[in-house]
């Protein structure tokens, strides 16, 4: 079993081909994004079973089901049948960051889906915590988890999918002391702000997202899926390869069940001028950006960490070696849903070789003695030190070889990256 990687905004109509089917999955793609007119996607679906990628599904007739009128259920019938011999079908996408008015419509299509269909779910991805509108007397996580559970309690579903992206800029007068934000020279251009300054920011709630998500796809025993940044757009800067590191084994470390990247390919100069997409993997020509190679690393460095969480160490496999137990942060950190570090197993403390808190994601995952650890500086590597209980060995997983290896020194991890350690029993 492989760790699912998928992406929004895939391989345009006019581009399509198996050859561009197999780059996506040359870079690490194992769920690709299918939204073509029906004939279309039964012919990348047909390429996908030929290369053992899924596919979540696009299909105009999920509009005239959504929309209600007279003869959406043989809108939704015809849909299925068509599909119905489509072994790469993953799910059916029905809509993007829905709010809560929206949601009995969806739960009237999902029960027919899955009646109808059992084999297939349903595709929904939510808004941002913070996008969520509020209630008066109420904060923002309880309006955040009323907004899940009235989605979950009218529509019953089979994965919980959010986006939350915080690499963000912001315009300033003096950078003095301040990280200037990485921006393409085309977006400068577009924007008419190659005379302007401006700074690098993270929004807060990164953490907390996760957090909320996770614990609720916990609590009804479903997959989730985290939904991170790539693309140059809007507020959002170009991320470095340390960025786009820290975001996906994050939200590897919590314990996400599959991952997506915003976008594959680059929208293109039609949408309007505010959002200005820039540098997707795949640019707007069909030509590879930067991203290509970077992003193929990390899905084979993901990849490799998945494996490891079920590899054996000393003959012992945790019994649910992806579960994720706790989540815990070393080092200061201002998101309220950030655990601060406690002892687990045998590890009694994380600092560097000095002495000092380095700042961390800690994942703790089966049977609690195998356990991520993230650096969350993004733009330099940190060296760290473990404290063990009983001298008891600890033991690094190899990300290049797939293989556990001892681990008695200290650790450096690289800009934005994730490690895998585990203790034997």
């Keep these: 079993m492989s760790f699912p990687i998928t992406y929004w905004y895939g391989i345009r109509k006019e581009f399509l081909s198996k050859e561009r089917l197999m780059e996506a999955k040359e870079a690490g793609f194992n769920l690709i994004e299918c939204a073509y007119d029906p004939e279309t996607n039964k012919q990348v679906l047909a390429w996908c079973e030929e290369l053992g990628l899924k596919a ?4 105009p007739r999920m509009d ?15 849909m299925i049948a068509d599909y119905k011999g489509c072994k790469a079908v993953n799910r059916f996408f029905m809509r993007d960051e829905p709010v809560d008015e929206y949601f009995p419509v969806l739960g009237r299509v999902a029960r027919y889906l899955h009646e109808h269909d059992p084999d297939h779910g349903e595709y929904v991805n939510f808004l941002p915590h913070h996008a969520v509108p509020q209630i008066e007397g109420m904060d923002m996580f309880a309006r955040y988890n009323l907004h899940m559970d009235r989605y979950i309690s009218e529509v019953n579903p ?35 702000w190659e005379n302007r300054l401006h700074e690098a920011v993270d929004g807060k709630g990164f953490y907390d997202n996760l957090m909320l998500v996770r614990n609720k ?31 996906a084994f994050t939200a590897f470390s919590h314990g996400v069940s599959a991952l997506s990247y915003f976008t ?24 590879r950006g930067e991203k290509y190679e970077i992003v193929k690393a990390i899905n ?48 009694k403390d994380i600092t560097t070789p000095e002495g000092a808190v380095p700042r961390t994601v800690v994942g703790v995952f089966g049977d ?12 330099a590597p940190v060296a760290i030190r473990f404290s063990t209980a009983d001298a008891v060995p600890l033991w690094h997983w190899s990300k290049a070889h797939y293989a556990w290896e001892v681990c008695t020194d200290d650790f450096s991890i690289a800009p934005g990256d994730g490690e895998l350690f585990a203790f034997s029993l």
Excluded: C
């Design 56 to 59: 979540n599904v696009q299909d």
């Design 64 to 78: 005239i089901a959504l929309a209600g009128n007279d003869g959406w259920e043989a809108a939704l019938d015809n």
């Design 158 to 192: 089979s994965l919980l999918s959010y986006d939350h992206y915080s690499l963000s800029f912001r315009q300033v007068d003096d950078l003095s002391g301040k990280k200037p934000a990485r921006l393409s020279e085309e977006n400068l251009k577009r924007n008419g």
């Design 217 to 247: 796809a916990a609590e009804i025993g479903v997959p989730w899926m985290s939904i991170i940044l790539l693309v140059e757009h809007w507020h959002y800067r170009w991320p470095t390869e340390g960025e786009v590191r820290w975001e």
């Design 264 to 287: 594959y390919w680059t929208p293109g100069t039609a949408h309007t001028e505010p959002w200005s997409y820039h540098n997707g993997i795949i640019l707007s020509d069909g030509t």
């Design 300 to 347: 084979a460095d993901l990849q490799s960490l998945y494996a490891g969480l079920e590899a054996p160490l000393h003959g012992v496999t945790p019994e649910d070696p992806h579960k994720s137990i706790a989540v815990y942060h070393t080092g200061k950190e201002a998101d309220a849903l950030a655990a601060p570090f406690a002892p687990f197993a045998k590890l």
């Design 368 to 379: 609690g003695n195998r356990f991520t650890v993230v650096n969350k500086d993004y733009d």
